[in-house]
């Protein structure tokens, strides 16, 4: 297992345009997160998803963003009609999930990081 | 008021010192408690999860403190590798609520 994988890791878009990211998470992880940070912020909450069931959105998310997990495995968030206020890094995060001790240790991947020109 | 609230910092602290940080938390049913580290354009990475009873790793020492709810983290005797940001991590209301991120605390440690 190679832990969290997200591609691409860099996308440079023009305004008005879609782009969509990937995330592979660790095989037996149940849980599956999605985050966006900005320079000098911490991670901010976009969704998150237990198995293929997404059980919150953030409010602070516009209609041009969904995020799927069709399968319970690999999870895509898409942005449409991008705007520069979309350019960040993208965190894709794992986590066991459950009752068990542990469950909500979350492991990261390398992020996709925006740029909307 | 904020979910989970940090000093932004920079904590700028000589090699060797000690520093301390807190983080609030704003709603009182939280069942999880983490810290993690993140470096300069890296992911974040956890460092300790926090335990009612507090926890210690080494040179880190981890507090909770519910009925003020706040948790705090101690780094002992500062190295340089050490410089880097802390965020605070809470998980919601219920154990599988959303897990949320502090903004982080900016730590340089000076030689």
């Known amino acids: 297992d190679t832990g969290v994988s997200q591609n691409p890791r860099h996308k440079i878009t023009k305004r008005g345009q879609n782009v969509t990211f990937r995330c592979d998470p660790i095989?037996?992880?149940?849980?599956l997160y999605w985050y966006r940070q900005t320079l000098g912020q911490g991670p901010e909450f976009l969704t998150y998803?237990?198995?293929?069931?997404?059980?919150?959105k953030s409010r602070l998310l516009s209609d041009r963003f969904s995020a799927e997990r069709p399968k319970g495995s690999f999870s895509t968030l898409e942005i449409q009609r991008t705007e520069q206020g979309d350019s960040a890094m993208y965190l894709c995060?794992?986590?066991?999930?459950?009752?068990?001790?542990?469950?909500?240790?979350?492991?990261f991947g390398a992020g996709s990081r925006l740029t909307v020109l | 008021r904020k979910e989970v609230e940090q000093d932004p910092g920079p904590f700028n602290v000589p090699e060797g010192a000690t520093v301390a940080f807190n983080c609030t938390y704003s709603?009182?049913?939280?069942?999880?408690f983490f810290w993690y580290r993140q470096d300069c354009r890296k992911e974040p990475k956890l460092l300790m999860s926090?335990?009612?009873s507090g926890n210690e790793d080494g040179r880190f020492t981890a507090q909770l403190n519910r009925a003020s709810q706040y948790i705090s983290l101690l780094i002992r005797d500062s190295k340089l590798s050490d410089s880097a940001t802390y965020l605070c991590?809470?998980?919601?209301?219920?154990?599988?609520?959303?897990?949320?991120f502090g903004k982080g605390t900016r730590l340089h440690i000076l030689p």
């Open positions: 995060a794992s986590s066991l999930g459950g009752g068990a001790a542990g469950a909500n240790v979350l492991t």
């Open positions: 095989s037996e992880h149940n849980r």
């Open positions: 998803f237990q198995n293929e069931a997404q059980l919150e």
């Open positions: 709603n009182s049913a939280s069942q999880s």
């Open positions: 926090v335990y009612s």
């Open positions: 991590v809470v998980n919601g209301k219920n154990r599988d609520d959303k897990i949320i």
